[in-house]
């Protein structure tokens, strides 16, 4: 029976009647709204391109690392995804890594037995792999590994960077060591910036692991002139000392006996664009001679505040 079919309804019964009906579907409406809310497409942001020095395996767990990674990532957008090329994946040609979950790699020994049982288990990132097999297709044969799980170049530094591990990652190889190689790499893959894709470098400004002094050492001369050598080189954009860095960086034979972990930043480099400008979230020493400093390519209008040369010792 509705609110008018009573022949002894009065009329202020039914206009009350008509109103509850009315509030009561007004109310339906609203609690269907907030059970069930429109998701908002998500905004693809442009994002920066990067170089983490990752440091020893021990840097997951250190709080104070973990920290300074964390307070990088929070001055930028949330990437869709995360392209990272560690100095421990050497492979010809190009090779992408795992695209669902699998191990980690555990790459180092002698450690502590906590540092083994650390996780990290990000989205694998299938529409990136197949993005960059498009993107490289012109120039460079392109391979998967889908065994091949992240190395500690990647995992150390993404549980600092992505504690959440919420963020979709996908490891690739380091295909050569010839810096022009590694640049007109990062070139192509420059357009994925404007999809999202966070490309990431991981190595070591200075790697001596023939020297480690005891904590409040000096900085020795070659390690501080080579990074402030680096330091100079980026912000100027001098690429043509950086393609030559064997021949015009100051000791840079001591720095790095072996060059896998300064060739990231040449692919970094290569992907940045000519509007960006060089920031440093991170600079300082460990051991005294380890150069932790991290680089940032991006709009300079967008630029978060940055460390400053560190002092040697």
């Not at 560690?86 to 190009?94: F, G």
């Not at 002698?110 to 299938?126: E, I, M, N, T």
């Not at 020297?211 to 043509?240: H, I, N, S």
């Not at 992907?271 to 300082?284: G, H, I, K, W």
Request: aromatic letters at 8%.
């Amino acid at each position: 029976m509705t609110a008018t079919s009573d022949p002894h309804l009065s009329r202020r019964q039914v206009i009350a009647a008509g109103a509850a009906t009315g509030a009561l579907a007004a109310f339906g409406a609203r609690s269907l709204e907030a059970a069930d809310p429109v998701p908002k497409p998500r905004a693809i942001p442009s994002m920066p391109v990067g170089f983490v020095s990752h440091g020893s395996p021990m840097m997951a767990l250190s709080a104070v690392r973990n920290r300074e990674w964390g307070a990088w990532a929070a001055s930028m957008a949330t990437p869709v995804a995360v392209l990272v090329v560690s100095a421990h994946y050497e492979r010809a040609p190009v090779t992408l890594g795992a695209t669902t979950p699998v191990p980690l790699i555990y790459d180092f020994g002698g450690f502590p037995r906590a540092l083994y049982k650390l996780k990290y288990a990000p989205p694998g990132a299938l529409k990136l792999a197949r993005r960059v097999a498009q993107v490289l297709a012109p120039t460079t044969k392109v391979r998967s590994n889908p065994k091949r799980g992240h190395d500690h170049g990647a995992w150390v530094p993404l549980r600092g960077l992505y504690p959440k591990a919420d963020v979709p990652v996908l490891s690739v190889s380091l295909p050569s060591s010839d810096p022009k190689t590694l640049f007109r790499l990062g070139q192509a893959l420059r357009p994925l910036r404007d999809e999202g894709v966070f490309i990431l470098g991981s190595g070591q400004m200075t790697h001596n692991l023939r020297y480690r002094a005891k904590r409040g050492a000096e900085t020795p001369a070659w390690a501080a002139e080579f990074d402030a050598w680096a330091e100079q080189t980026l912000r100027t954009r001098d690429v043509d000392a950086l393609l030559d860095w064997q021949k015009k960086a100051p000791a840079a034979r001591t720095n790095h006996p072996t060059v896998e972990h300064f060739t990231p930043l040449l692919l970094a480099a290569g992907a940045q664009r000519s509007s960006d400008v060089a920031r440093f979230p991170l600079a300082s020493f460990d051991g005294a001679a380890f150069s932790n400093r991290c680089v940032s390519f991006e709009p300079a209008k967008k630029a978060p505040p940055e460390k400053t040369t560190p002092k040697r010792g």
